[in-house]
C-alpha cells in the first residue's frame, strides 16, 4: 500500500490515494520534515538492528516472504537494508522468488531525498542477489514510500511486525496543524511528550495477533506522565518481552541528548520478560553470532557473560498506568519481591502522610528574615532547602509572612496593620501573580494555603534533589518550604524510620521510578517517595529499631542499609545493594 494520509482525521476533503503527501497538508508536513532533519533523525549502528530484529523475529531462518513488516521511519535504510538482506536469504532459504516478496515489506519515510537514497540501497542489494535492473528499481520503489506513517497507518494492513528507530522531536517542535491530526488519531500523545510516543502507539495497533514491535527510543515515556495512557494501553492487550536500556551503550552513529531504550513488544498475553542494561562495551559478538541469543541466554541463567550486558528474567510485568522502574537487571527482581511483600510507605493504617511545603508565587515578598515587619503572629519559621544540607536541620532564620487563619480563610487585613502595610506596599507584585488574577479578593494569599498544626508536628524533610537520600528531622519547629517535601506519622518512630529511609533499600524505589536528571541526581518527590515500601513498624525488634535509630543520627548510610537489610528480610542479597 502506497503512502496516504488521513485526510478525514485532518478535517479536509479525501484526496485519491496517491504515492505523495496531500497538497492540503503540504504546510505541515513540510514543516515537520525540516523538523526531522534538523533535530529528529539520529541513525542507529548496525549491532543495534540486528539486535532488535532478533529479538523480534524477523530472521532468515523463517518465511520472511509470508510475513509483513514495517518499518515506520526508514531514514536512509539503517533498518530498511538488514531487513531487506534477511529477506533475500529467507528466500533463498525456502525456495521463493523475487516476485513472491513483493508485498512483504513497507517502509515509509517523510524525506522524499531520503526516501530515495534508501530506494538505491535497496535496489543494489537486490541487483547482489541476482535481480534485473528494472526488477530491482519496481520492487525497491514499492517497498519504500514517501509519507506520514502517522496518518498513513491507520489505513494499512496489519502487520506482523514493526521495527525502526522513531524520530525524537519534541511535541513543541512539531507544526500545530500536524500535532492536533496526530492527536486525534493516537489517545497516547497526551501532554508535552515526544512523537516517537505516537510512533509506538501507531505501530503496536497495525500489528497483528501475535506480532511484534521492535523500537529503540528515548525511555522516558516509561516513568514520565506523558507516558501514562501508552502504558495503559500496553498492559491492556500486549506483552513486554525485553527493555534493554542503552543510556551509556555506543548505540548511535551520533552522540544524543536522549536516554534510549530497546523496546520489544508482542500483541499477546503478558509473560516472562527479558531486563538488560548495555554498557560502553556492548556491541556486536564475534563471528556474527547472534547477539539476541547471547542476552537471552544471559537472561536466563544460562550464558556466563556477554560483554557490555547485564540481563535478568521477570515473571510479571507492571499494569495500568503506574511508572516502569528502572534499575539494573539484578535489582529489578529484588524490587518486585519488596512490592509484593510489603506495604506502601504513605498509609492510613499507620498515619503515615507524605506533602510537599507551601509555595507562594512571590517568595521576595512572603520570606524574609526579619520577622518584625509584621505582627508577631504573622510568621511562621519557615524550613528552606539549605536548612537540610548537613543532615539535621540548620534552622537559617527565615520567615514566611502568613495571611492565613488557623480554619483555612484568609486574616482581615483591617485587624493587622503592619502585615496590611507590608503587603499593600506590594500589592502591584501580588496581583500580577496567576493567583491572584484568578481569584482578585484574595490578591495577598499565597498559592498553597498554611496548614498551622503542621509547624508543630514532628516531621521528616526530604530535599526535592539530591544524589543520594537524605531524610532530615525536624522535631516540630519550622514549617517547609515548597522545595522540601515532608512525612508525618502516628505509629512510627521517625528516627527508626528515618534510618530505613536513609537506606540503599529505600532509595532503591527512587531510583527505580523517578526521572533522573543530569549527574545522577535523583528526585524525591511525593509521587515518587509513595513508590517507597516499608515493614509494619509492629514487626520490627527493638534492637534493630536502635540500630536504625542510631544509623540515621549519625547519617551512617551504611550502617542504615545494613539493619534496613534485615528489616526487611533480605539478607541474601545484601551484596546487591551494598557493592
Known amino acids: 500500500?502506497?503512502?496516504?494520509?488521513?485526510?478525514?482525521?485532518?478535517?479536509?476533503?479525501?484526496?485519491?490515494?496517491?504515492?505523495?503527501?496531500?497538497?492540503?497538508?503540504?504546510?505541515?508536513?513540510?514543516?515537520?520534515?525540516?523538523?526531522?532533519?534538523?533535530?529528529?533523525?539520529?541513525?542507529?549502528?548496525?549491532?543495534?538492528?540486528?539486535?532488535?530484529?532478533?529479538?523480534?523475529?524477523?530472521?532468515?531462518?523463517?518465511d520472511l516472504a509470508a510475513r509483513y513488516a514495517?518499518?515506520?521511519?526508514?531514514?536512509?535504510?539503517?533498518?530498511?537494508?538488514?531487513?531487506?538482506?534477511?529477506?533475500?536469504?529467507?528466500?533463498?532459504?525456502?525456495?521463493?522468488?523475487?516476485?513472491?516478496?513483493?508485498?512483504?515489506?513497507?517502509?515509509?519515510?517523510?524525506?522524499?531525498?531520503?526516501?530515495?537514497r534508501a530506494i538505491g540501497l535497496v535496489e543494489r542489494e537486490l541487483r547482489q542477489h541476482g535481480a534485473s535492473t528494472r526488477g530491482a528499481r519496481e520492487l525497491a520503489a514499492g517497498w519504500v514510500s514517501v509519507g506520514d506513517y502517522l496518518l498513513t497507518s491507520p489505513k494499512d494492513r496489519k502487520a506482523d511486525i514493526v521495527v525502526g528507530n522513531p524520530p525524537y522531536i519534541r511535541y513543541d517542535d512539531?507544526?500545530?496543524?500536524?500535532?492536533?491530526?496526530?492527536?486525534?488519531?493516537?489517545?497516547?500523545?497526551?501532554?508535552?511528550?515526544?512523537?516517537?510516543?505516537?510512533?509506538?502507539?501507531?505501530?503496536?495497533?497495525?500489528?497483528?495477533?501475535?506480532?511484534?514491535?521492535?523500537?529503540?527510543?528515548?525511555?522516558?515515556?516509561?516513568?514520565?506522565?506523558?507516558?501514562?495512557?501508552?502504558?495503559?494501553?500496553?498492559?491492556?492487550?500486549?506483552?513486554?518481552?525485553?527493555?534493554?536500556?542503552?543510556h551509556d551503550a555506543p548505540a548511535f552513529e551520533d552522540e544524543v541528548a536522549a536516554y534510549p531504550a530497546v523496546i520489544v513488544?508482542?500483541?499477546?498475553?503478558?509473560?516472562?520478560?527479558?531486563?538488560?542494561?548495555?554498557?560502553?562495551g556492548a556491541g556486536?559478538?564475534?563471528?556474527?553470532?547472534?547477539?539476541?541469543?547471547?542476552?537471552?541466554?544471559?537472561?536466563?541463567?544460562?550464558?556466563?557473560?556477554?560483554?557490555?550486558?547485564?540481563?535478568?528474567?521477570?515473571?510479571?510485568?507492571?499494569?495500568?498506568?503506574?511508572?516502569?522502574?528502572?534499575?539494573?537487571?539484578?535489582?529489578?527482581?529484588?524490587?518486585?519481591?519488596?512490592?509484593?511483600?510489603?506495604?506502601?510507605?504513605?498509609?492510613?493504617?499507620?498515619g503515615t502522610k507524605i506533602g510537599i511545603g507551601v509555595a507562594t508565587g512571590a517568595d521576595r515578598v512572603f520570606i524574609t528574615m526579619d520577622p518584625a515587619v509584621v505582627e508577631s503572629d504573622r510568621t511562621v519559621p519557615l524550613a528552606m532547602t539549605a536548612d537540610t544540607r548537613q543532615g539535621a536541620l540548620r534552622w537559617s532564620g527565615h520567615y514566611l509572612v502568613d495571611p492565613w487563619k488557623r480554619d483555612g480563610g484568609l486574616v482581615d487585613l483591617g485587624t493587622y496593620p503592619l502585615l496590611r502595610a507590608y503587603l499593600q506596599e506590594r500589592r502591584e507584585e501580588l496581583q500580577r501573580r496567576n493567583i491572584a488574577q484568578r481569584i482578585p479578593r484574595d490578591w495577598y494569599r499565597t498559592i498553597d494555603r498554611v496548614h498551622h498544626e503542621l509547624t508543630?508536628?514532628?516531621?521528616?524533610?526530604?530535599p526535592d534533589m539530591k544524589l543520594t537520600?537524605?531524610?532530615?528531622?525536624?522535631?516540630?519547629?519550622?514549617?517547609?518550604?515548597?522545595?522540601?517535601?515532608?512525612?508525618?506519622s502516628q505509629a512510627w518512630d521517625l528516627e527508626v524510620l528515618g534510618g530505613l529511609l536513609l537506606s540503599r533499600v529505600a532509595q532503591l524505589f527512587i531510583e527505580a521510578y523517578c526521572v533522573k536528571m543530569r549527574g545522577g541526581t535523583l528526585r524525591f518527590q511525593a509521587q515518587y517517595l509513595r513508590r517507597i515500601r516499608v515493614p509494619d513498624p509492629a514487626?520490627?525488634?527493638?534492637?534493630?529499631?536502635?540500630?536504625?535509630?542510631?544509623?540515621?543520627?549519625?547519617?551512617?548510610?551504611?550502617?542504615?542499609?545494613?539493619?534496613?537489610?534485615?528489616?526487611?528480610?533480605?539478607?541474601?542479597l545484601a551484596a546487591a545493594l551494598t557493592c
Open 284 to 350: 556486536p559478538l564475534p563471528d556474527g553470532k547472534s547477539l539476541a541469543d547471547a542476552v537471552t541466554r544471559l537472561a536466563q541463567g544460562h550464558e556466563g557473560a556477554v560483554a557490555g550486558f547485564a540481563a535478568t528474567t521477570v515473571e510479571r510485568w507492571f499494569r495500568g498506568t503506574s511508572p516502569w522502574p528502572s534499575l539494573e537487571p539484578r535489582l529489578l527482581s529484588l524490587l518486585q519481591r519488596l512490592e509484593q511483600r510489603f506495604g506502601p510507605l504513605e498509609d492510613h493504617m499507620t
Open 469 to 488: 537520600s537524605n531524610p532530615v528531622l525536624d522535631p516540630g519547629e519550622t514549617y517547609p518550604h515548597h522545595n522540601l517535601y515532608y512525612l508525618t
Open 174 to 246: 512539531i507544526p500545530g496543524r500536524a500535532l492536533a491530526a496526530y492527536r486525534r488519531l493516537y489517545a497516547a500523545m497526551v501532554g508535552r511528550g515526544d512523537i516517537y510516543v505516537g510512533f509506538i502507539e501507531a505501530g503496536l495497533r497495525q500489528l497483528t495477533a501475535g506480532g511484534a514491535l521492535g523500537f529503540i527510543c528515548a525511555d522516558r515515556w516509561m516513568r514520565s506522565a506523558y507516558g501514562s495512557e501508552l502504558r495503559r494501553m500496553i498492559s491492556a492487550a500486549y506483552g513486554i518481552e525485553a527493555v534493554i536500556e542503552m
Open 1 to 62: 500500500m502506497t503512502a496516504v494520509q488521513s485526510s478525514l482525521a485532518l478535517g479536509l476533503d479525501e484526496e485519491p490515494v496517491t504515492g505523495q503527501p496531500s497538497a492540503a497538508l503540504l504546510p505541515s508536513l513540510s514543516g515537520l520534515q525540516t523538523a526531522t532533519q534538523s533535530k529528529g533523525v539520529v541513525y542507529t549502528q548496525p549491532w543495534v538492528v540486528d539486535l532488535i530484529l532478533d529479538l523480534a523475529g524477523y530472521r532468515p531462518d523463517e
Open 70 to 116: 514495517v518499518e515506520p521511519s526508514a531514514g536512509e535504510g539503517a533498518f530498511l537494508v538488514p531487513m531487506v538482506r534477511r529477506l533475500l536469504a529467507s528466500l533463498a532459504a525456502h525456495g521463493r522468488d523475487f516476485s513472491e516478496a513483493v508485498g512483504a515489506i513497507r517502509a515509509y519515510e517523510l524525506d522524499a531525498a531520503s526516501a530515495a
Open 456 to 462: 508543630g508536628q514532628p516531621k521528616l524533610y526530604f
Open 265 to 280: 513488544i508482542r500483541r499477546a498475553p503478558q509473560g516472562q520478560a527479558i531486563i538488560a542494561s548495555a554498557g560502553a
Open 539 to 572: 514487626t520490627l525488634p527493638e534492637s534493630l529499631c536502635d540500630r536504625l535509630r542510631q544509623a540515621f543520627r549519625s547519617r551512617d548510610a551504611i550502617a542504615a542499609t545494613d539493619a534496613a537489610i534485615e528489616a526487611y528480610g533480605i539478607t541474601e
